[in-house]
């Protein structure tokens, strides 16, 4: 076991004596062993816990079908990886489907164990892999959704996220030497203006920055460069370091700055660093106080980068004065010229992420047919199809489709995310994503709007949906009514995301799921300029 500071074998939290006790990625080799026992034969530490490190989640609330969360560095997949994702959901009938989460990921729903063997093999032939996205693992890297498309970005990030990937799963397989640490830890990398990965919430983020540097030595060394107004200096884009930020029922927190910049080829080994500072000293106690920022709590930042540097083996240059993040937060629903000539991508508004088969069988087709089969998803819950060429575009905009997931939806409905609730969550208090499209339908009939409102639903404490970063946050609680509890939800306004982006907080408390919709109405007047339609004024 790897070394963890003060930390003493007995005081070792329930979790940790799991992991000593086999280590997780060990379920690799036992998966036909799974199958042939079948799930309720399986020792429960094994099925509750360890099946994680392969991206098999056991849910309480459809027992005997499993969720599997795959890895797609970036939010980049293919056609043919989406028509067999498609392949595996398809065999289960109404029990199977899809969500597109806040990682830029797919998780897959209705799995079951006896046919674990033949979906990894599939998964396999077609490069996919699933390993160590659960538990105390990295999860999903994220980078910017129209990376190598966006005309005005300053770093093409796709090469630079599957390095990582690539070194902490060893390209897929799994890497023992970052398969337990003490909690989840996410990584996020953008190249563009807009904060399009949300950086803030974190737990190590790589944002764009410049700094001056010595004209001639720069060049000799190669890199990216823009000259300044100086004739004895350039400008090196790299990135600031951000670190710390996440959500948790107990405290979230937004990343803050390490007071550190690093150039595109040193940011594989900074987050390499950062990860065996984390695995090795952080907390594996209390679990509740074992993510990064508890850490950093601890030493102080400059205790850590000091730490950061030791096993980089070299000093950090200090933050650029000021990151590129200048631009208001972009959604990609809609069609967009890319900065290759006569070539398009387009955003498909995906309603709350839900996918089935059958949609997830047709976004393929439409991939193939007018683009170059290449599909991206963004942490917003939607999809994007690039390198549409112009002559294709028209043709594409008349597909059936697109009727189901637009490229205009409503103000509401655009911006509209929900995790997976109570329908498959056993952490959920209430259900969520069918009562997000309820509300939103019922709101936007009677509203009308002048701009976009974020709209944030997520099912308990755990905060997967992220309510802190919305315009407004809806957080699954138990509410009172008439002396009975009921589902519920708290308020949480003031989230601002993009440039200068913080947390919003708690603004409401208890508000119960039956009376929520005066309540948004209300909010939404008064917050947000939309105005009562004269139909819904003749109503009252």
Same mark, same amino acid.
């Given at each position: 076991?790897?070394?963890?500071?003060?930390?003493?074998?007995?005081?070792?939290?329930?979790?940790?004596?799991?992991?000593?006790?086999?280590?997780?990625?060990?379920?690799?080799?036992?998966?036909?062993?799974?199958?042939?026992?079948?799930?309720?034969?399986?020792?429960?530490?094994?099925?509750?816990?360890?099946?994680?490190?392969?991206?098999?989640?056991?849910?309480?609330?459809?027992?005997?079908?499993?969720?599997?969360?795959?890895?797609?560095?970036?939010?980049?997949?293919?056609?043919?990886?989406?028509?067999?994702?498609?392949?595996?959901?398809?065999?289960?009938?109404?029990?199977?489907?899809?969500?597109?989460?806040?990682?830029?990921?797919?998780?897959?729903?209705?799995?079951?164990?006896?046919?674990?063997?033949?979906?990894?093999?599939?998964?396999?032939?077609?490069?996919?892999?699933?390993?160590?996205?659960?538990?105390?693992?990295?999860?999903?890297?994220?980078?910017?959704?129209?990376?190598?498309?966006?005309?005005?970005?300053?770093?093409?990030?796709?090469?630079?996220?599957?390095?990582?990937?690539?070194?902490?799963?060893?390209?897929?397989?799994?890497?023992?030497?970052?398969?337990?640490?003490?909690?989840?830890?996410?990584?996020?990398?953008?190249?563009?203006?807009?904060?399009?990965?949300?950086?803030?919430?974190?737990?190590?983020?790589?944002?764009?920055?410049?700094?001056?540097?010595?004209?001639?030595?720069?060049? +000799?060394?190669?890199?990216?460069?823009? =000259?300044?107004? %100086?004739?004895?200096?350039? #400008?090196?884009?790299?990135? &600031? *370091?951000?670190?710390?930020?996440?959500?948790?029922?107990?405290?979230?927190?937004?990343?803050?700055?390490?007071?550190?910049?690093?150039?595109?080829?040193?940011?594989?080994?900074?987050?390499?660093?950062?990860?065996?500072?984390?695995?090795?000293?952080?907390?594996?106690?209390?679990?509740?106080?074992?993510?990064?920022?508890?850490?950093?709590?601890?030493?102080?930042?400059?205790?850590?980068?000091?730490?950061?540097?030791?096993?980089?083996?070299?000093?950090?240059?200090?933050?650029?004065?000021?990151?590129?993040?200048?631009?208001?937060?972009?959604?990609?629903?809609?069609?967009?010229?890319?900065?290759?000539?006569?070539?398009?991508?387009?955003?498909?508004?995906?309603?709350?992420?839900?996918?089935?088969?059958?949609?997830?069988? +047709?976004?393929?087709?439409?991939?193939? =047919?007018?683009? %170059?089969?290449?599909?991206? #998803?963004?942490?917003?819950? &939607? *999809?994007?199809?690039?390198?549409?060429?112009?002559?294709?575009?028209?043709?594409?905009?008349?597909?059936?489709?697109?009727?189901?997931?637009?490229?205009?939806?409503?103000?509401?409905?655009?911006?509209?995310?929900?995790?997976?609730?109570?329908?498959?969550?056993?952490?959920?208090?209430?259900?969520?994503?069918?009562?997000?499209?309820?509300?939103?339908?019922?709101?936007?009939?009677?509203?009308?709007?002048?701009?976009?409102?974020?709209?944030?639903?997520?099912?308990?404490?755990?905060?997967?949906?992220?309510?802190?970063?919305?315009?407004?946050?809806?957080?699954?609680?138990?509410?009172?009514?008439?002396?009975?509890?009921?589902?519920?939800?708290?308020?949480?306004?003031?989230?601002?995301?993009?440039?200068?982006?913080?947390?919003?907080?708690?603004?409401?408390?208890?508000?119960?799921?039956?009376?929520?919709?005066?309540?948004?109405?209300?909010?939404? *007047?008064?917050?947000?300029?939309?105005?009562?339609?004269?139909?819904?004024?003749?109503?009252?």
């Amino acid at each position: 076991m790897t070394d963890t500071g003060t930390t003493t074998k007995t005081s070792l939290n329930k979790f940790e004596k799991l992991k000593a006790e086999k280590d997780g990625l060990a379920v690799k080799a036992e998966i036909e062993k799974f199958a042939a026992l079948g799930w309720e034969a399986m020792d429960e530490t094994d099925r509750d816990h360890r099946l994680k490190w392969v991206g098999v989640f056991f849910r309480p609330v459809t027992p005997g079908k499993f969720m599997m969360r795959m890895r797609m560095p970036n939010g980049i997949l293919t056609s043919d990886q989406m028509r067999v994702l498609a392949e595996v959901l398809q065999r289960y009938g109404d029990d199977g489907s899809a969500d597109i989460t806040t990682r830029q990921n797919l998780q897959l729903r209705g799995i079951k164990i006896e046919d674990l063997p033949d979906i990894f093999h599939k998964l396999h032939a077609v490069g996919l892999t699933t390993v160590q996205s659960g538990m105390d693992n990295v999860r999903n890297i994220t980078g910017d959704p129209v990376a190598g498309l966006d005309a005005d970005e300053l770093y093409d990030t796709r090469d630079l996220v599957q390095q990582i990937q690539d070194m902490l799963t060893n390209k897929g397989e799994g890497n023992p030497e970052f398969s337990n640490l003490p909690r989840k830890f996410n990584i996020a990398i953008t190249g563009g203006r807009d904060n399009s990965v949300h950086a803030e919430i974190n737990d190590l983020a790589f944002v764009p920055a410049y700094q001056e540097a010595e004209e001639q030595g720069s060049r +000799e060394q190669g890199g990216n460069f823009a =000259v300044s107004s %100086s004739s004895h200096s350039a #400008l090196q884009f790299g990135f &600031n *370091i951000l670190v710390g930020g996440f959500f948790s029922a107990k405290r979230c927190d937004a990343a803050i700055p390490l007071n550190a910049w690093v150039a595109p080829e040193d940011v594989v080994a900074v987050c390499r660093a950062v990860l065996e500072v984390f695995r090795d000293k952080g907390s594996r106690a209390n679990r509740l106080k074992s993510r990064l920022m508890w850490l950093i709590d601890e030493w102080g930042i400059d205790k850590f980068r000091a730490e950061v540097e030791q096993r980089l083996g070299k000093s950090l240059l200090p933050a650029a004065a000021k990151d590129e993040i200048d631009w208001e937060k972009r959604d990609h629903i809609g069609v967009y010229k890319q900065k290759q000539p006569g070539l398009n991508y387009i955003g498909l508004h995906i309603p709350v992420g839900r996918l089935y088969a059958e949609d997830m069988f +047709e976004i393929a087709r439409l991939a193939e =047919v007018y683009g %170059s089969g290449e599909i991206r #998803l963004t942490v917003e819950q &939607n *999809i994007i199809i690039p390198n549409i060429s112009d002559a294709c575009l028209t043709t594409l905009l008349t597909e059936p489709l697109l009727e189901r997931f637009s490229i205009n939806p409503g103000a509401l409905a655009r911006s509209l995310v929900s995790c997976t609730g109570a329908q498959f969550c056993n952490f959920a208090l209430i259900e969520t994503k069918n009562r997000a499209l309820a509300t939103v339908k019922a709101l936007e009939a009677d509203l009308t709007f002048t701009q976009a409102v974020r709209i944030h639903w997520t099912g308990c404490p755990n905060s997967c949906g992220q309510p802190q970063v919305a315009d407004i946050g809806l957080m699954g609680t138990k509410a009172r009514k008439d002396g009975k509890a009921v589902e519920g939800v708290d308020i949480y306004m003031g989230g601002k995301v993009g440039k200068e982006a913080h947390l919003g907080t708690c603004a409401i408390k208890g508000i119960p799921c039956e009376d929520l919709q005066p309540v948004l109405q209300d909010l939404l *007047i008064k917050h947000f300029g939309a105005q009562l339609k004269q139909e819904a004024l003749v109503e009252v």
